[in-house]
């Protein structure tokens, strides 16, 4: 581990050094393992934030929710991390022109690593941002590449537009013709948010892919622990989030099981 | 100093090392393949595999609880069709022995799940699962009164010739009397232990996290009742056991087989640690030489004398 | 808005908040005096007590787990007269209910301990202790059976006229079963649970780590367990259920609460935390505001509807 | 926490600040809770080394042994420890005047505070301290008091005597007389040891107190997990280590049951 660095309430940029991860695709996540104790006993999974093949250095962008992470913040620099990765399907680059990239809260954290990738495929990029408040957001300037517009959103209106950032959303789609908006909507943040982008994007006849979240064991699809339901040719299916996922075509994926 | 042998045959189940994947924790052994290759294991237990395909339960399927983890995936599997036609050809060729964990919901579909794998070479033995916490019908209902374990086990052996192993619930007050039952059925080993009945609430949603409500806990919480079940069945049983449950670092292992265990088997660790089982093997290895066993059986249920 | 209603009722056991001390974890409560108040507990349940005064296991008594601990101390206690003549008077100035554990090695002995305490007023209850698993004789024997736990506890029953809980074993394949038979014969309440049967081995000595071979295994590890206990059996019985087994935080009695028992018990936990009675009484009170209860009565078994 | 830093193979010296102890003996210990998951679960025992009640500053020596060291060495200044004590029975201060303080590995570490205070109260205070190697002993100058009189043994030789901390004992009382060697020896160390220890002493008639070890839960008195047969006047009675020791007087303790 390199270092770590506050970036929000409760969010912290985490940097490790010397990691072989190998082609990344935007989306897939690596599992880590936070301590040689068991408890906590699993691993947990993290989107890349970014990754430096040259230097073999990885950034996860994290938020403190319970026992692992609060652990991963206090961790001294110089600690070893043992990541397992990368794993898991990413978001689908090719064929994009416009992309619209739509993040909720620590939702934005593989969004960042999508966004530089797609901007350096030449590919029109912008990205929706929203928090609860700016203290929930990392810097204004914190960006995935120069040439990618940010527009934020919050609740409480401290900074950029006021309210969520699906409501962001709607208007943006409403208010721009299709041919500026985007031919792909890529989303990722609560699974509530993540049902509200996936009816927007559908209104708009405009493809999405969403980043889900479950409770991960071994994170490579051995266990059948961390299925969603999604709707498949064959009616509805339990797929593996680690495996299959976590990237899905939005409008097949069940929302309200 | 020669290496000591720490190859292990059970039935005719032959390993060239003691430490097995328990079942529905290495998936049809596919999945850990980029991670840490098969040939790691003295054997592959796939999957708890049912007549027809399942679905399994619906998510949440895991909760995470203190030094364990509790699992609801209710046998989501392809059926056994599919294990025949799509994993047993492609695990066959690895030269790791395979065994297949069997569920099913009543006598009959057992005896048509060993009938199957009666005639399929690359099975080297089956695992009669009587102790899924997680599936309403079936399994644990066998496996928790002695007399119905015991038929259920003699009709099983009746059709299947190779090795039988029998997979016990520890969520009983007579262990010692079901194993013992099991092994005049004919079992030629006993597998413990499966996952001890354990649930968690949502406290914020005022109710169970998993949707069964109850699911089965696994990992390093449960090595202490695993190793006593071990323990006390190895003194009444004469048939071969495999120990499993919690099992998380080479010391753990060893513990198995010190308690009685001929062959170990490890489930949830391997998702923390993929790398598991050349550490055991290289721990065993290595605890050997210290002692100066020879060969593993030498070890088994030292810790008796 | 007011604070809500946390006093507890069982039997005519009445506490001023729900959080008991589980027995054997806090001694006679003169132990953890200059840390902790007694009287931030509920009631205070005293260390098993036979009719003979006990020395209690060889060591060591005690081994670490992973989240768990496994102690075999064998009901070491000065015996029921020496409880009566030094310790009684002194708890019973606390104004803190106190429950003494009872443990004998044949009903004639449950029934004569039983009787001494019927003459005792500081002595608002007493827990029949069936359930130790680290005694040869008695205890565990009568709380593995339906019918024999009927029995003694309808023995009991006739000789105490103040509230008699009863302690369950929750290493039984028929736990509501056996609860049912204790309800049915008189108890006023039932506790659950007692520890786990458990082992570690001492890979270098060869041997077990506790001289008795198995011990009970308690703490965090076995929460999942011993809720699971507690919701299958509420969901048959009415009397009161007190829930215990790893509770560790206020989040985890509040699980015991919502599961259906109407109060709960620590044991290990207090180890690691002494001030954990404050902790949980704080915790279900801003639960409650935060819920909207305003007794607890109403939160007890929520997550079943 | 305070700072932590290496003091011999596997050793460290750990400084707390801010611990309100008020009095403390020496030979009690102070009960230590290592991380707020649950593996480890329990709290861990640790002599007092030293302790000074103006700065409270608590001062812990020990070595790395499992799980709980193995986490403590790794703690970053700054950490809050949460520390209970000081708990049980220490040594016998009093009526001594020429005391002999014999240490065994770690056994050193409850050893310096009591060097420290008997010298304070003007007795003549002499230490014998062996490792297996030099590499086990702190520096050849790191010393309870100026003027407590240091005796190293190494199993090697590496330095000081060449032998076991127990051979060197059994010559330092043979050579010289009753009078200047002392009239209570002190010990702390493995089982073995002090069971040698004792014997030794017996044999000299000299009064022997001894610090013991064993696991423990509750660490007050509660849950007798931590008992030690001690022949007593109603015969052997198990007594608790943690309240009625840990510091015994040697000869009522059975050290081959
Ligand atoms: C593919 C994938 C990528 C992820 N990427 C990131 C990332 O880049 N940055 C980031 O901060 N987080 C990410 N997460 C989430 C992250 O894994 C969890 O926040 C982390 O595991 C929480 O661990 P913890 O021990 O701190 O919290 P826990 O103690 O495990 O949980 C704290 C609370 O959160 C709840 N919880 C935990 N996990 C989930 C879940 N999956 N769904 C719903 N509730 C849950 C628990 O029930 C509990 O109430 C990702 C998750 C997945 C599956
Ligand atoms: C009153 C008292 C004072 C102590 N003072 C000090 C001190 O000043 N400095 C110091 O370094 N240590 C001291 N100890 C010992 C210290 O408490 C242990 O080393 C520590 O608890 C080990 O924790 P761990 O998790 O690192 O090791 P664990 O993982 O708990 O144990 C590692 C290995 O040591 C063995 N072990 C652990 N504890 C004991 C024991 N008590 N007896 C025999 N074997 C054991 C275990 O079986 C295991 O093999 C003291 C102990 C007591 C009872
Ligand atoms: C996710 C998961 C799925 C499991 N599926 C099965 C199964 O299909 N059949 C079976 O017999 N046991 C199953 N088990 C139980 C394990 O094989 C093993 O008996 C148990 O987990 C204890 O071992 P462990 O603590 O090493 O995991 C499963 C366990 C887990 C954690
Ligand atoms: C050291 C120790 C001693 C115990 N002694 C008794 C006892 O004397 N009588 C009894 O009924 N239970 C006894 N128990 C069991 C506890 O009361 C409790 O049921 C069990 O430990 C589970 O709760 P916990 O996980 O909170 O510790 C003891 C437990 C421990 C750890
Ligand atoms: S986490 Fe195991 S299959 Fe996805
Ligand atoms: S550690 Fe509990 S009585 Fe000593």
Known sequence: ?257 | MPDPVISVKIGDLQMKNPVMTASGCYGYGEEYQDIVPLEAWGAVVVKGTTCAPREGNPPPRLVETPSGLINSVGLHNPGIETVIERELPRLGEKGVPVVVNLAGESEEEYIYLARRLEERAEVEAVELNISCPNVKKGGIAFGSDAVSAGKLVAKVRENFSRTLLVKLTPNVGNLPEIAGAVEKAGADALSLINTLRAMVIDIHAQKPVLPAGTGGLSGPAIKPVALRAVWEVTASVNVPVVGMGGIFTPEDAIEFILAGANAVAVGSAIFVNPRIPAEIVEGINSYMKQKGYENIGEMVGAARQ
């Open chain 1, 1 to 257: 581990m390199k270092s770590i660095d506050p970036t929000a309430r409760d969010c912290y940029l985490l940097e490790i050094e010397g990691v072989e991860l190998g082609p990344v695709i935007p989306g897939q996540f690596v599992h880590l393992r936070v301590l040689p104790a068991t408890d906590p006993f699993l691993r947990r999974p993290f989107s890349v934030h970014s990754y430096d093949t040259g230097n073999r250095l990885l950034s996860l962008l994290f938020q403190e929710r319970g026992k692992a992470t609060g652990i991963l913040k206090e961790l001294k620099p110089g600690t070893a991390i043992d990541v397992m990765g990368p794993l898991g399907n990413g978001f689908t680059l090719n064929g994009v022109a416009r992309a619209l990239l739509v993040g909720g809260g620590i939702g934005i954290a593989p969004l960042y690593y999508l966004g530089r990738r797609l901007r350096e495929a030449g590919v029109e990029t912008r990205m929706l941002a929203g928090g609860a408040t700016s203290l929930d957001l990392p810097a204004e300037n914190y960006k995935p590449h120069p040439e990618v517009q940010i527009l934020w959103s919050t609740e409480d209106g401290s900074r950029g537009y006021r309210g969520t950032v699906v409501a962001m959303l709607k208007e943006h789609l409403l208010k721009n013709p299709r041919e500026e908006t985007a031919d792909m909507i890529y989303s990722c943040g609560p699974t509530a948010m993540l049902s509200e982008v996936v009816k927007t994007a559908s209104n708009h006849r405009i493809p999405v892919e969403v980043s889900l979240e479950a409770v991960f064991a071994c994170g490579v699809g051995a266990c059948l622990g961390c299925v969603h339901p999604v709707n498949a040719r064959e009616g509805t299916r339990y797929l593996r989030v680690c495996k299959e996922g976590p990237v899905f075509n939005g409008k097949e994926v069940i929302f309200d099981a």
